[in-house]
C-alpha cells in the first residue's frame, strides 16, 4: 500500500492586495482496489506549508498578479511563485525572484509583430529550448512513444516518475525536470532567426504527432508554432544550461511544476 | 459576506484507477476577497457500485481516455441547504488520426456504442458538406459557446429548474444571465447561464441529412470539426454554424460548462 499526504497554502495577489486565499489538506491511500483519498489533516504539513508562504510572500513582487504556493508533504516542501505582467509571466522561487522578474519586465518591451509560425529558424534564449525539449520529447517518453534522434552534441535529461497534483488525483507518469547540455555545437544564427524569450504554453498530442508552442515573447512579438514533431531539427547550441523561469505542466487537469534546463539553441524546421 | 459550504464524496474510475473521494468545506467571500478552507470532515464509505457497473457496461469500447465520476454532494450557503448527485462519462476514443470526444452522463450510454462504430468505419480525408444535422450531444457542446452571438432566427435559453452556486433558484433567462455557477467549493462562483437551451420557431429536423454523430476535437468558437455518417459513409468534416434553420423540440441534458440541453439541429 502507498501513502500521500500533503497541505497547500495558495494566496492570489494583484497589485499588492490579496484577492484569494486557499488551504487544502489531504491524504491518499493506494492499494489493489484503487485509492481512497479524504481531506484528512496533518498539522505538522500544514505548518510547513503557513511557514514557506510567509517566505514567499516576503519576496513578493509589487506591481503584478502574483500566485504563491506552499506545499509541504510526504514529497517535500517547495514554494513556487507564479508573476503575471499581462499576457507574460514567470514561475519562480525565492532564490531567483529578481532575475526572473527583470526578464518579466524586459520581456514586456518586445516588439509586437506580424505572427511568426511561417519562419523556420528559432533562437531558443533563456532557457527556453527546455519547454521545446518538454514537449518533443517529454511528453512522448511519458506515452512510450520513442524520441527522434538527437544530434550526439546534444544531452538531454528527463526523468519520469508517477506524480499527482492533490491527493484527489489520481498518479500518472510525468516529467520530473528536463535538463539539457550540450558540447561542441558552435553556430552563426542568421540574421533573420526569431529570438524566442518567454512561452505562455506549450503541447503535445500523441495521436498527431503535433507540437504546440505558445510564444508569448520574441523577436517577432507573440504567436504560435504547430508543427509535427519530425519538423524540428537541432541546429546548434552554446554555453552553459540556463534556468528556464517558468513550466507548469498540466495534463489530466493536474498542474505540475517541472523544472527546466537548457543552453541557448538554435532550432530549424525542415 | 457570504459563507458557502460542501460535504461530499465521489467514486470515480479514471483510465483504470479507481478512486474514492471524501471531503469538505468552507468558502467565504468578503467583497472581492475569496477564502476557502477544508472542514474535519469524518470519513465515510463511498459508494463504487454505480461507478463499477459504468465500467463493465463500457467494457467492450476501446478508449484512450475514459473517467466516470458518481458523486453525492450536501451545499450550505445563506441558510439554504440542498442535495446533489451527478454522474458523469468523460471518453475519447480513436481511430487512426481521429479522436472523438464525448462528455455525457450515464443514462446516454448508447450513444456511445454508436460513435465508436461509426468511428470504426470512418474514411480518414475530411469531406465537404453544405447541409448537416447535429446530434443533440454534438449541440450542447456548441450551445455555451453561443453565448452572445446566437444566428439570427434562433434564440438561447437558460432554463428554469434546480439550483445555482448560491443556493438561489434557476430561472427561466435570456441574455442577462442571473445566476451562479460553483464546481468546488474551491472555486469562486461564476456568473455564466445554466442548462442552456435553444429554441427556433422551425423543429422539424429533417432525418435524411448527413448526421455529425460526435466532435472531433473541443469546440473553440462556432467552427467545429464532426464525424460524419452519411448512408454507409463515415468522414470528418467542418462545420462553421452561420446559419441554423430548425431545433427540434426533444431535449437531452449534458455536462458542458454548466449544463446544456441538445437538440438535433439543422444547418
Same mark, same amino acid.
Given at each position: ?98 532575475? /526572473? @522578474?527583470? !526578464? $518579466? #519586465? ?9 505572427? =511568426?509560425?511561417?519562419? %523556420? ?47 484527489? /488525483? @489520481?498518479? !500518472? $507518469? #510525468? ?9 561542441? =555545437?558552435?553556430?552563426? %544564427? ?51 544550461? $540556463? #534556468? ?27 | ?267
Amino acid at each position: 500500500m502507498s501513502r500521500f499526504a500533503h497541505a497547500v497554502r495558495e494566496e492570489l495577489w494583484s497589485r499588492g492586495r490579496l484577492l484569494e486565499s486557499r488551504l487544502s489538506h489531504g491524504e491518499a491511500h493506494e492499494d489493489d482496489d484503487g485509492i481512497v483519498a479524504t481531506d484528512a489533516r496533518n498539522d505538522d504539513y500544514v505548518a510547513a506549508a503557513e511557514l514557506e508562504l510567509a517566505r514567499l510572500r516576503e519576496v513578493m513582487p509589487d506591481g503584478f498578479t502574483v500566485r504563491l504556493v506552499a506545499e509541504s508533504g510526504t514529497e517535500g516542501t517547495t514554494g513556487t511563485i507564479t508573476v503575471r505582467d499581462g499576457a507574460l509571466s514567470i514561475v519562480t522561487s525565492p532564490a531567483h525572484i529578481e532575475e /526572473d @522578474v527583470a !526578464l $518579466l #519586465r524586459s520581456a514586456g518591451f518586445q516588439p509586437a509583430a506580424t505572427p =511568426a509560425s511561417s519562419r %523556420p529558424v528559432f533562437l531558443w534564449q533563456n532557457g527556453s529550448a527546455s519547454v521545446l525539449l518538454h514537449e518533443l520529447l517529454g511528453h512522448p517518453f511519458e506515452h512510450g512513444i520513442t524520441p527522434p534522434p538527437l544530434p550526439a552534441w546534444l544531452h538531454v535529461d528527463i526523468p519520469l516518475a508517477m506524480r499527482r497534483a492533490t491527493f484527489r /488525483d @489520481v498518479p !500518472l $507518469l #510525468r516529467m520530473q525536470h528536463v535538463r539539457a547540455s550540450q558540447a561542441g =555545437a558552435p553556430f552563426d %544564427p542568421p540574421g533573420d532567426a526569431v529570438e524566442i524569450t518567454l512561452l505562455d504554453g506549450g503541447a503535445y498530442d500523441p495521436l498527431t504527432d503535433i507540437v504546440t508552442l505558445r510564444i508569448a515573447a520574441s523577436s517577432a512579438g507573440a504567436f504560435t508554432i504547430r508543427e509535427p514533431r519530425d519538423r524540428f531539427v537541432f541546429t546548434g547550441a552554446r554555453g552553459e544550461p $540556463l #534556468r528556464y523561469p517558468g513550466v507548469i505542466c498540466s495534463r489530466e487537469g493536474q498542474e505540475l511544476v517541472v523544472g527546466s534546463i537548457a543552453p541557448v539553441m538554435l532550432t530549424e524546421l525542415r | 459576506m457570504i459563507v458557502y459550504r460542501k460535504h461530499g464524496s465521489v467514486a470515480r474510475w479514471e483510465n483504470g484507477t479507481l478512486i474514492r473521494v471524501t471531503e469538505s468545506g468552507t468558502a467565504i467571500e468578503d467583497g472581492d476577497y475569496f477564502e476557502c478552507r477544508p472542514e474535519s470532515s469524518s470519513p465515510r464509505a463511498v459508494e463504487s457500485s454505480r461507478v463499477l457497473e459504468i465500467v463493465r457496461a463500457l467494457r467492450d469500447l476501446q478508449f484512450e481516455r475514459l473517467i466516470i465520476t458518481h458523486g453525492i454532494a450536501e451545499h450550505e450557503c445563506d441558510g439554504r441547504a440542498w442535495t446533489e448527485e451527478t454522474e458523469r462519462i468523460h471518453i475519447s476514443l480513436t481511430q487512426g488520426r481521429l479522436r472523438v470526444l464525448v462528455d455525457s452522463t450515464t443514462r446516454r450510454l448508447d450513444d456511445l456504442f454508436t460513435i465508436a462504430h461509426a468511428l470504426q468505419r470512418a474514411e480518414p480525408a475530411e469531406r465537404a458538406i453544405d447541409r448537416v444535422r447535429l446530434e443533440p450531444n454534438v449541440t450542447a457542446a456548441l450551445l455555451p459557446h453561443l453565448a452572445g452571438r446566437a444566428p439570427s432566427g434562433v434564440r438561447l435559453l437558460q432554463t428554469a429548474g434546480g439550483i445555482d452556486g448560491y443556493g438561489d433558484p434557476i430561472l427561466e433567462a435570456e441574455g442577462d444571465w442571473p445566476n451562479f455557477y460553483r464546481p468546488s467549493y474551491r472555486l469562486r462562483p461564476v456568473r455564466m447561464p445554466l442548462n442552456l437551451r435553444l429554441e427556433c420557431a422551425d423543429t422539424h429536423v429533417d432525418e435524411d441529412l448527413p448526421r455529425a454523430v460526435a466532435l472531433l476535437g473541443p469546440v473553440a468558437g462556432l467552427t467545429i470539426r464532426v464525424l460524419v455518417v452519411d448512408g454507409e459513409a463515415v468522414y470528418p468534416a467542418t462545420v462553421t454554424v452561420a446559419s441554423i434553420r430548425a431545433v427540434a423540440a426533444d431535449r437531452i441534458w449534458y455536462p458542458y460548462n454548466g449544463g446544456s440541453f441538445g437538440a438535433a439541429m439543422m444547418l
